[in-house]
């Protein structure tokens, strides 16, 4: 339901719908989308989920250590097609900051 709500792009949707852990990240942009959070940062936390899943290498749900999320929120910052007016290191720290929200949810 949340990703009919966020995304008005078929393309986007099907982007969400096939990367995995559709279920887990759907529920929990449901729940921030609960609480408040506004559509366009739920667009930024949806595409970033994506990356912690990728980066991570989550295909089913497992234990995830903290080292493990540093590490690829590290390597996620260094990929070469990832592009950031912000800078890396705070690049790592949203990255961090966001996985470690919907891994504890």
């Not at 989920?49 to 995830?64: A, E, M, P, Y």
């Amino acid at each position: 339901m949340a990703i009919k709500t966020i995304f008005a792009f078929e393309s986007t949707r099907t982007r969400q719908q096939e990367a995995p852990l559709f279920k887990e990240r759907e529920q929990f942009l449901s729940y921030m989308l609960y609480q408040g959070t506004s559509i366009p940062r739920l667009r930024s936390i949806a595409a970033m989920l994506i990356h912690v899943v990728h980066f991570i290498g989550l295909d089913t749900l497992r234990t995830v250590e903290i080292v493990e999320v540093h590490e690829a929120a590290h390597h996620w910052a260094a990929d070469c097609e990832f592009k950031n007016r912000n800078g890396q290191r705070k690049s790592i720290s949203l990255f961090t900051y966001g996985a470690l929200k919907w891994l504890r949810f």
